[in-house]
């Protein structure tokens, strides 16, 4: 008896399944069974719901406008990324390499855009960027445009807004990541003859592929999905997908074919979001190997 | 005997009451009235729900706010028991409650006030307590010579300043049927709208995604004109920005605004009283004033301040001044429009 005990004390690498139960159930409540609804919605022929099929899906798939809002959707992801990745990445290094006290100002001033509403924030780009708004009150009085530029309600305004909406999800991960590279590495490989650039090529970006990929992985996902600053930065005519949804769901009233909308989206976000995992599987090996 | 596991049985399931109280099925629960959001949810809560509760003993009441789609949402999912006993609709959803059987006819014989209402406004599936209305608006500081005319938006001096709103939003597809109808067209026919708008495109600075988004766009410079909704106007108004309401001479669209009890509610009777007291000439007198200044729907209200001096001087002047649309005809065809407006309007 006692000896058992002892034993099963003992056992500290192990661990019980039963603690995430409470979690697992929440889960299956409030996001499976939903979710679950939502597929049988899809398959409605109709809003009555009298008929079942595939109409939904045949509607969307065989309609070129669907699809280019799909299209300029994932594509609106793909640059906000790249922008926040480009911008990003030296802030995260400037992070990993600094003193103390410059690291905890780099990071205070990261995450304190969200430590307000992404709302306030988003009004504050209208202000940005309006007629009369400081990037068009400057370019304006330095003599460079003769009218104000148009940059409200354009792509570059909404992929402008949305890379600085996000950037924090960019910047955490990468400044973990390169924050865990060992400084003597790039000593070594200066030793070793290879010049600032190379080094970085060679030893550092390899180094940071995971951050890269986490980072990137959580602005596409938020920057597809940012509802508020699509709507509001790029205006009635700029139709994405979230907006795209709401409209059938809330203003149409049409659920199974807003249903069967976001099944696609959510189909073709876990698409990319696989290839981004593929890649830090990759980036891993890459990085330890 | 106590065991432990029964002791957390019993515990959990206390914890759970006390979290969940609506877990008791059978408890009576206060009046929930469905308003819209903004400058609704102020004036209702100041002046309506006031005057209901001296009315009826302190009747406890919340207020709910939210769009008339999320209300039709709401009440759909839970017939049997739903969770908000008095609607407030634009006329296009209204219908759709209607069509979806989720509304409860109004006790008419029982009803004090609603005789004195004007014609439109006497609905029996849902009076009108208010209406709102529609025009131009334009910023006084950037255009000189008001606009009289819907047409002026065609106008080549305003090259790059007018904004309008998609047709998601009740104000966006009435004034499509407004234009429409200026060439030809009728709620069953918005063809010439959407020629028409073809043709405004070198004068488009914005298509905002809902109205609101257009007070922002005349904060920001961004138009100096555009369609608007009359309460909005003097909203911004009232917080200094140089807009100025004009009615056009084709006569404001007016929507009228109904008010629903809902089927199944178990308050029918304090819900009926609410929206008695929403009829009533007192209520709507106060919100005639400002910073409301609601249209009022009951004849008994005599037209003063802003609304007597912009929109009508009494009844007989609002008949003729308003425009009212054909909604039973325009949600037939309502959701094809939206399609169409997506995919034909690109800036």
């Known amino acids: 008896m006692a000896a058992s005990g002892l034993r099963r004390s003992i056992d500290v690498s192990g661990y019980d399944l039963r603690l995430a139960m409470p979690l ?8 499976l069974a939903p979710l679950a609804v939502l597929v049988v919605l899809s398959f409605q022929t109709d809003t009555t719901g009298a008929h079942w099929g595939v109409t939904q899906y045949v509607q969307f798939l065989g309609d070129a406008f669907s699809l280019g809002v799909l299209a300029s959707t994932l594509w609106l992801g793909v640059k906000v990324t790249a922008v926040c990745l480009v911008f990003g990445w030296p802030v995260a290094w400037l992070h990993a390499r600094s003193g103390p006290t410059v690291k905890s100002l780099i990071m205070l001033i990261v995450l304190l855009p969200l430590l307000t509403s992404v709302v306030v924030r988003t009004f504050a780009w209208i202000v940005i960027l309006g007629r009369q708004g400081i990037v068009n009150a400057t370019l304006m009085s330095l003599g460079l445009v003769e009218a104000p530029l148009k940059l409200l309600y354009t792509d570059l305004g909404v992929v402008t807004a949305l890379a600085q909406v996000q950037m924090p999800l960019m910047v955490l991960p990468l400044a973990t990541a390169l924050s865990r590279i060992d400084p003597n590495l790039v000593a070594a490989s200066e030793v070793l003859g290879a010049g600032e650039w190379r080094t970085f090529a060679k030893v550092i970006l390899p180094l940071s592929l995971p951050g890269i990929v986490a980072g990137s992985m959580l602005t596409y996902a938020a920057s597809i999905t940012a509802f508020i600053t699509q709507s509001l930065i790029g205006g009635g005519q700029m139709l994405f997908m979230p907006m795209y949804l709401y409209q059938q769901a809330s203003t149409l009233q049409n659920w199974p074919f807003a249903a069967a909308i976001s099944i696609i989206f959510l189909i073709a976000v876990l698409a990319v979001v696989t ?5 830090g599987r990759l980036s891993r090996g890459f990085a330890q190997g | 005997m106590l065991t432990r596991r029964r002791l957390l049985e019993t515990a959990l399931t206390l914890g759970a009451m006390q979290a969940f109280p609506g877990l008791s099925l059978a408890q009576a629960r206060p009046l929930v009235f469905a308003t819209f959001t903004g400058s609704w949810e102020e004036a209702h809560k100041a002046v309506l729900v006031p005057a209901f509760r001296k009315a009826n003993a302190d009747a406890q009441i919340v207020l709910d706010p939210m769009l008339s789609v999320d209300q039709i949402a709401k009440v759909n999912a839970a017939r049997a028991n739903p969770p908000i006993d008095v609607m407030l609709h634009d006329p296009g959803p209204a219908l759709v409650a209607i069509g979806q059987d989720l509304v409860e006819p109004y006790p008419v014989e029982k009803s004090a006030y609603f005789k004195d209402l004007i014609g439109e406004a006497q609905i029996a599936s849902g009076p009108a307590p208010f209406f709102q209305v529609v025009g131009l608006t334009y910023n006084p500081e950037a255009i000189k ?10 106008k080549p001096e305003f090259k ?8 998601n939003s009740t104000l966006g597809t009435g004034f499509m049927v407004e234009i429409a109808k200026m060439y030809g067209g009728s709620e069953a026919n918005i063809d010439p709208a959407f ?3 073809e043709k405004l495109k070198p004068n488009l600075a914005a298509v905002a995604a ?5 007070a922002s766009l005349f904060q920001q410079g961004q138009i100096d004109i555009s369609p608007g909704n009359f309460n909005a106007i003097q909203i911004l108004k009232a917080r200094g920005v140089p807009v100025e309401f004009v009615a056009p001479k084709e006569g404001a669209i007016a929507f009228k605004t109904t008010i629903h009890i809902v089927k199944n509610s178990p308050n029918k009777d304090l819900a009926f009283k609410l929206i008695e007291a929403a009829l009533s000439p ?5 919100l005639m004033e400002a910073p409301y200044l609601i249209v009022p729907t009951n004849t008994k209200v005599k037209m003063a301040g802003e609304i007597a001096k912009v929109l009508a001087k009494d009844t007989d002047d609002l008949k003729k001044k308003f425009v009212f649309q054909d909604w039973a005809k325009i949600n037939q065809q309502r959701a094809a429009w939206i399609e169409r407006f997506n995919r034909d309007i690109k800036l």
Request: charged content about 5%.
């Open chain 1, 24 to 31: 697992a159930g929440f889960f299956a409540a409030f996001f």
């Open chain 1, 275 to 279: 290839v981004f995992n593929t890649l």
């Open chain 2, 145 to 154: 010579t008001p606009p009289t005319s819907w047409a002026d938006l065609w």
């Open chain 2, 160 to 167: 790059g300043r007018v904004g309008i709103t998609n047709m």
């Open chain 2, 195 to 197: 020629a028409a708008i």
């Open chain 2, 210 to 214: 809902n109205p609101g988004a257009l």
């Open chain 2, 282 to 286: 007192e209520v709507q007198a106060t």
